[in-house]
DNA sequence: CTGAAAGCGCTTACAG
DNA sequence: CTGAAAGCGCTTACAG
């Protein structure tokens, strides 16, 4: 036996089928006697709306979208975030990997002149992105992820990295530490320039260093760091591989970690909390960020204005890789 | 401007709308002059399927589903076999998270039904699992990930657990290990059978402590075998989050690694490779494997008759968690 | 309040 | 080889 579709329905409840998507979507135009009979029919044959043929009509396609330009950042990050996103959607997730902005560019469009999402969701927003302008056009309703501050019209969620670095250099700053230096992640990210800045006003003398997030990248830094004219006493890196990175390098040039080397990790992980030492972090609900996301969407789907909304701060873990500095 | 259709390439290049698909599809019904006028005004109009038309018109959705019953297995695990997915995969991953495998049963019904999918990967094979039967029944083209051997007529892509549990035993017997026990994973997936029926035939008198991959019970395995009469010498884990916690806990017994127990995890990480000791481990490359199964489905959708094949089998990779037996 | 029709953009028999 | 039509399963004006 085929599935039923609303031709079915309407059949068996002797009315066109007109009608019976009026009363499927309780939509007026139709009486309440009628819409019972056409629900319990509907109930009775177990019938499912075909969402590919909701699409073709213009309406809902019942689900969103997620691309990810290659290279994607931290591993751990994204499959949370995902998690989290979908843990909190009644909806499929169209999820497709790409090369490059412009083929991510493209697939907005496409996705949305076939209505095979409702939405989409942004993320690794690059400084001057193009892809706020594009969805504005389109009408494509989204949510950046993780961009802080206003994006034209678009919502988005985000969470105060300023204000973590803040508290990150206090408390190195608390421990006597006067020389810290910071292992930066992809420049072309939004985040980065942020974090940057906001390193940049808590530490004016500070140096930065930038790398790529993998091990390699944040061990030349931390080697670059380490054999200058003027070592930091602490170093704050902007994940956990290159911190874990750093301290191997340490171990390797005999700086004792953290006697005579701090170390802070962006965020916290299993390798944070189980290498030796374990590693101080700052920490946050990377699921609970994508379920926050998916909210925000879900009522922009709904037609509410986009708004910014803020995620909680990453808190700081203090662990015995930050100690006081013995050179002040 | 609108975007192009078939029906616009028709207007323009003076043939029907059925010809237009014919020829855009490189099927035989049209000359091949005007399949070559057809195809220059589709590219002239910078024109692109709509593959929602198309799945409701019963052909390609031009998108593969993957539906993950929680609890999910191990997270990095997934998140490399998706990375690894989609970057063999010229369409879209449409991905829903459920909770329990009725509902996942009922989404391929609807996807199928729908043309939303044109093919679904199988993930977590339980012992005993309901998918197989349904999929085959269904029509709907899938590929097993993960089930070593025959699955009904649907295709699978596997590696050979057994063999390498036979490494790990080779490789502890070597050392003069005499009591081995395992702490396994959920007993009711596939492959936590098939792992501990290789590791009972290769050590007959071994323990198996059944556990579900977190750090909490990983660790209260590990005392219940440290405590026990006969206290193993060795243990192997079936991933790499209860090997660092059974790390912990002989570290909280004063039972030394290696010199007193050697530890082996199943799949290699970034944390086996960071943490003290660094541990010995399995270790295989399942981006790669996800590719596999990509290309799997995507010869199933080609109309490649089901087979099995087989990955490469994981690695061991001797690190300092394991070493000579003491008590042996 | 309700019905009959047109349309979304394709594909696929069915005639010529 | 080609065209005109029907159909996939919905939604949405448009008449009554």
């Known amino acids: 036996m085929k599935r039923p579709t609303i031709k079915d329905i309407a059949l068996r409840s002797g009315v066109s089928k007109g009608a019976v998507s009026l009363a499927l979507n309780g939509r007026p135009g139709v009486s309440d006697s009628t819409r019972e009979r056409v629900l319990s029919v509907a109930a009775a044959l177990g019938y499912r709306p075909s969402s590919t043929a909701r699409a073709l009509s213009g309406a809902r396609a019942d689900a969103v979208g997620l691309v990810l330009a290659r290279p994607l950042g931290a591993e751990a990050f994204f499959f949370r975030l995902i998690g989290g996103i979908q843990a909190e959607l009644p909806m499929a997730l169209l999820l497709q990997v790409v090369g490059d902005l412009d083929e991510e560019v493209e697939l907005y469009r496409r996705w949305w002149a076939e209505h095979r999402v409702d939405g989409v969701f942004l993320v690794d927003l690059r400084v001057d992105d193009p892809r706020v302008a594009v969805v504005e056009e389109l009408g494509l309703p989204a949510v950046v992820i993780g961009g802080a501050g206003h994006h034209g019209n678009v919502a988005s969620v985000w969470a105060d990295d300023a204000k973590a670095m803040t508290s990150v250099v206090e408390h190195l700053t608390s421990l006597g530490h006067r020389r810290i230096a910071r292992v930066a992640g992809l420049p072309s990210l939004l985040h980065t320039a942020r974090r940057d800045a906001a390193f940049r006003a808590a530490v004016p003398s500070g140096v930065i260093v ?58 916290d992980s299993p390798l944070c909390r189980l290498i030796h030492p374990p590693l101080t972090a700052l920490s946050r609900d990377t699921s609970a960020f994508g379920a926050r996301a998916a909210r925000a969407l879900l009522a922009v789907l709904a037609g509410a204005s986009p708004i910014d909304t803020e995620d909680t701060t990453p808190v700081l873990v203090a662990r015995a890789s930050t100690g006081h500095s013995s050179r002040s």
Chains 1, 2 share one sequence.
């Open 210 to 267: 930038s790398a790529d997030y993998t091990d390699s990248r944040g061990a030349a830094a931390t080697r670059e760091l380490l054999l200058g004219a003027e070592p930091p006493t602490a170093i704050v890196y902007d994940n956990d591989v290159m911190a874990v990175a750093g301290v191997g390098v340490a171990a390797e040039l005999g700086v004792t970690v953290p006697a005579e080397l701090s170390i802070v990790a962006w965020d």
